[in-house]
């Protein structure tokens, strides 16, 4: 057992060494090079659709975000399955700041998704086709588009990008560099709270 432990574990010490920071393969006997941004094309889009089953309607979700016009637009549909008719729809305009175009470019970049992707990301078993939900990302950029389906969710190297194209919905500040979690801070300008001195007192009047 000893024996077996001592031949395997450099192989495993190999492997691990060998993965990059973004979940790639890499020479582990050669440091990793610093992740350099660049700017964002002209032509960079994004196109989510998301299709969500439920007992007795289907959501449609298509989301657009394009940087000529730094805008996402995002169309709701609901089908009733019964008929298969358009019960509602409506569409979302949301402008994007630079920081955020950017930030979306960079884990384009850093995460390698126009080139490729592991074999599970375009892949669906057989336990996976009673699930109607499905999610496909189409990236554009540079007159290349690289399109991405999964059955059950986003996951692997689209899971940090959708992180960032999913917020844009969410009903939060678009501003990159305001925190979302944690307590808000205390506004900087209001009514001036009384003083001890000057309060007014609440309690019973003191005995001579």
Known sequence: MLRRMVAVLPIALCLVA?????GGLRNPFVAEKPFVATTVPADFAIVVDENHDTYYTRKH??????????????????FRDYNDTVSDRHVEETPLSASQLQAMWNDVERYNV????????NWASGADLYK??????????????RTYRQTNGFSGAVRPLMLLVEAVRLPITQNAGTPVVGAPEAPTTGPAAASPATAPATGPAARP
């Open 18 to 22: 060998g993965c990059s920071s973004t």
């Open 61 to 78: 979700i298509q989301q657009v975000i394009t940087a000529a016009d730094a805008m996402s637009r995002t169309t709701y549909t609901t």
């Open 132 to 145: 109607r939900n499905s999610f496909t990302i189409q990236v554009l950029a540079n007159g290349r588009t």
């Open 114 to 121: 126009l080139e490729g992707s592991g074999l599970w990301i």
